[in-house]
């Protein structure tokens, strides 16, 4: 009789514990699939003026005399992204982690993830940023800044960011 009701109790919080288990296992995915990895600070917030939505840069090499070249990381929120803007000497992409999208004015919008490489053109309109539920993590490089870093146009609208 006690050792029935002692396995009773044992069977009973090991449902408990079970299921308990398995809702933290479900809220972590859930966490997971929303977040992405990142490999450097996450960075200052960037400035309305030119993101819509929550996007952090975080800086890795200056531009300086010897290399003219700007490296740095950014991280999009889902749904965040940057105005229409061009670099006069063009941006070399490096997508980390997450999904996000990448325009050039006049063409179809594309979708980046993990591992892909942009190389975006002197002197061409476009934005980048993160999908609307997954995030983006993406380093940027900008070579030759002797000839300018970048030029900031409008904002992308929500038609132009689903389209
Ligand atoms: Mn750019």
Redesign the pocket.
């Known amino acids: 009789m006690r050792l029935s009701m002692i396995t009773a109790i044992a069977l009973y919080s090991l449902v408990i514990t079970g299921c308990k288990e398995q809702t933290n296992a479900q809220t972590d995915k859930q966490a997971t699939a929303a977040k992405v990895q990142s490999i450097f600070p996450k960075g200052e917030k960037g400035s309305s003026e030119y993101f819509t939505g929550n996007a952090y840069t975080n800086g890795l090499v200056p531009a300086d005399s010897t290399y003219a070249t700007l490296v740095g990381n950014v991280y999009f929120e889902p749904g965040a992204r ?1 105005n229409w ?3 006069p000497a063009g ?1 070399i ?1 490096i997508i980390t982690d997450g999904v996000g999208y990448y325009q050039i004015k006049g063409q179809a919008r594309q979708t980046m993830r993990k591992g892909d490489v942009i190389q ?1 053109p002197p002197n061409t309109v ?3 940023g993160a999908s609307s539920d997954t995030g983006l993590q993406q380093l ?1 490089i900008i070579p030759n800044t002797e000839k300018g870093i ?1 030029e900031w146009m409008e904002p992308v609208t929500d038609e132009e960011y689903s389209n």
């Open positions: 940057s803007h061009r670099h941006q992409l975006c476009h934005w980048h940027y970048v």
